[in-house]
C-alpha cells in the first residue's frame, strides 16, 4: 500500500502506548514500514522524555511509546507527554498483557483471548478501614466516558457481523508475525502454548508446597494465610498442585477434540486498573462481583483520562496465585493483532483543507472572511456614470483622456480598472479597486 510519509507530528492520528518490552516487541512486528530506519525525523516537544518509534500501521500514520515502567502513574505521564508531541492524535491504544476474570457474563474467557474495555474503573481508589475497604465509585471519582468517536468505533464490534470480522482479521494478523520470526532464533517466541496449558484451579485453592512438612505453607488453610517465598516463585509442577482440582471448561474440551487448535476470542467489556498485580481467585472474584469488570491491568487508569484512548490486551493469566509467565508473549502477540484490526475500522477523518500558498496576503488585502482578524483597505465609493461619452458604449478600453462626471451610487454603467487599465462594465456597485485614471476625472 502507497501512502505518503507523515510530513511533520501533527500529521499523526494513532498513538500506542506499551508498558512492557515484550508488548512493544509485538506490535514492532505489525509495523508496515518505520519511518525512523535512519534516525527520527520528527522530534518531540520541550519536556517530553518519551523515546517514540515512528511508521505506518495500515493506512494510519502511528507512533509508539514503551513507558519506562509499569503503573499508572507512568502510564499518565507518558500520554500526557505523548499528546503534546503529537497534537494531532485522534486515537491512543493502549496494547498489552492483562489477568482475566474466567468467568465473565457467562461467557469463558481462556489464555489468548484479548480483552477490549468498555470503560475503565480504578479499584484501589478508595478508603481503607480497618475491616475493609471501600471503593470510591462516585461521579466526581470515577474516570470519565469514551468520547463518540471511539465510543461508536467499539460499538461495532458488539454486534455479531462487527466482531466476526474483527476475530477473523486479527487471526490473518498473528500469522503474520508467525511468518515473520518464522526464519529468526525467535521462530517459536510467539506459538500458541497449547489447551494443555491453559489451567484454571479453583478459586480457594492455593499455589503453595503441598508436600512438604517443614514449610510455613502446611498451615496456610485460607487465601489469607502466608506460604513461603520459595513457593511464591515456583511452578505448579514444583510444587505439586494437585490437577483434580483444575475448573473443566467446554472451550478447552472443544481444544483438545480439534487437535489443540487455537481460536482467538475477543471480549468486551469493563476493565479494572490499578498500581498492584493481582494474584488471588479469591480477591479476582470480589472485585468482579463488585464491580463487573473482565480483566485486570496496571496502566489504563494513567491514560484514560489524558488522551482519547482505550484497553487491548491478551489474556496471560487468571489473575490468581498459580500465575505463571508461560504465556505472555503469545497474549501479547494476540492483542496486538486485534489492535491493527480496529484501526482497519476505524474510518478516516477528512482534515481541515489548508489555504493556498498567499491566501493570507489575499485575505488582508480583500478583507475577507477566511482572516477575521485582517483590517480590509477602504475602497472607493464609485457610483453610477451620469453624463458618459457615447464611445465607452461601445469600447471595452479607452486609449485616451477623457473627461467624465460620475455620481456616488445607482445603476448604470460603471468603471472597472483593475490593474490600472480603464475599462467599462454595466451593473451596480463599487467598480473601482486598485483604478488608476490619466487624465481628468470628476466625481459628483
Not at 74 to 80: D, H, K, Q, R, V
Not at 110 to 127: E, F, M, N, P
Not at 140 to 150: A, H, Q, T, V
Amino acid at each position: 500500500m502507497c501512502m505518503e510519509r507523515a510530513s511533520c507530528r501533527e500529521d499523526f492520528e494513532v498513538g500506542i502506548i506499551c508498558a512492557l518490552s515484550l508488548e512493544y516487541n509485538a506490535v514492532s512486528y505489525l509495523f508496515d514500514e518505520f519511518w525512523d530506519e535512519d534516525g527520527d525525523q520528527y522530534g518531540r516537544a520541550a519536556g517530553d522524555p518519551n523515546n517514540y518509534t515512528t511508521g505506518r500501521m495500515g493506512h494510519y500514520s502511528v507512533v509508539l511509546a514503551l513507558l519506562p515502567h509499569m503503573g499508572k502513574a507512568n502510564a499518565a505521564s507518558a500520554a500526557a507527554s505523548m499528546r503534546a508531541s503529537y497534537s494531532g492524535l485522534r486515537l491512543v491504544i493502549l496494547v498489552g498483557i492483562c489477568g482475566a476474570v474466567p468467568y465473565s457474563w457467562g461467557s469463558e474467557i481462556l489464555l489468548g483471548d484479548v480483552v477490549i474495555s468498555k470503560t475503565v474503573i480504578q479499584y484501589d481508589l478508595g478508603r481503607q478501614y480497618g475491616d475493609q475497604f471501600i471503593h470510591k465509585d462516585t461521579i466526581d471519582d470515577s474516570i470519565g466516558r469514551l468520547n463518540k468517536d471511539i465510543h461508536n468505533l467499539i460499538n461495532i464490534f458488539e454486534t455479531d457481523r462487527g466482531l466476526d470480522w474483527l476475530e477473523k482479521r486479527a487471526v490473518y494478523f498473528l500469522q503474520q508475525i508467525h511468518n515473520k520470526v518464522a526464519r529468526t532464533k525467535r521462530r517459536t517466541k510467539y506459538d500458541y502454548p497449547g489447551a494443555s496449558n491453559d489451567k484454571l484451579f479453583e478459586p480457594t485453592y492455593r499455589h503453595k508446597h503441598h508436600v512438604s512438612p517443614d514449610c510455613i505453607c502446611r498451615h496456610c488453610a485460607s487465601d489469607k494465610d502466608p506460604v513461603c517465598e520459595v513457593a511464591l516463585g515456583s511452578s505448579c509442577a514444583d510444587l505439586g498442585c494437585d490437577e483434580k482440582h483444575l475448573v473443566t471448561r467446554e472451550r478447552l474440551f472443544a481444544r483438545h477434540y480439534d487437535h489443540d487448535v487455537h481460536e482467538l476470542a475477543i471480549h468486551l467489556g469493563a476493565v479494572a486498573s490499578g498500581d498492584k498485580v493481582v494474584k488471588s481467585a479469591v480477591y479476582r472474584d470480589k472485585i468482579a462481583r463488585e464491580t463487573g469488570v473482565i480483566a485486570f491491568e496496571m496502566e489504563g487508569a494513567g491514560v484514560w483520562d489524558e488522551v482519547p484512548s482505550f484497553v487491548v490486551k491478551g489474556v496471560c493469566d487468571y489473575a490468581d496465585s498459580h500465575k505463571h509467565k508461560g504465556w505472555q508473549n503469545f497474549a501479547a502477540a494476540t492483542a496486538a493483532s486485534v489492535s491493527k484490526a480496529i484501526l482497519e475500522r476505524y474510518i478516516r477523518t477528512d482534515k481541515a483543507m489548508k489555504p493556498p500558498v498567499g491566501a493570507d496576503e489575499y485575505d488582508r488585502r480583500d478583507g475577507g472572511s477566511r482572516n477575521a482578524s485582517a483590517t480590509p483597505i477602504p475602497r472607493p465609493n464609485v457610483g453610477a456614470m451620469t453624463e458618459q461619452d457615447p464611445r465607452l458604449m461601445e469600447e471595452r478600453h479607452i486609449d485616451g483622456p477623457f473627461n467624465a462626471t460620475f455620481s456616488n451610487s445607482g445603476p448604470g454603467d460603471q468603471f472597472n480598472a483593475p490593474g490600472g487599465t480603464q475599462n467599462i462594465s454595466r451593473g451596480n456597485g463599487n467598480q473601482f479597486p486598485g483604478a488608476t485614471f490619466h487624465g481628468p476625472v470628476q466625481f459628483g
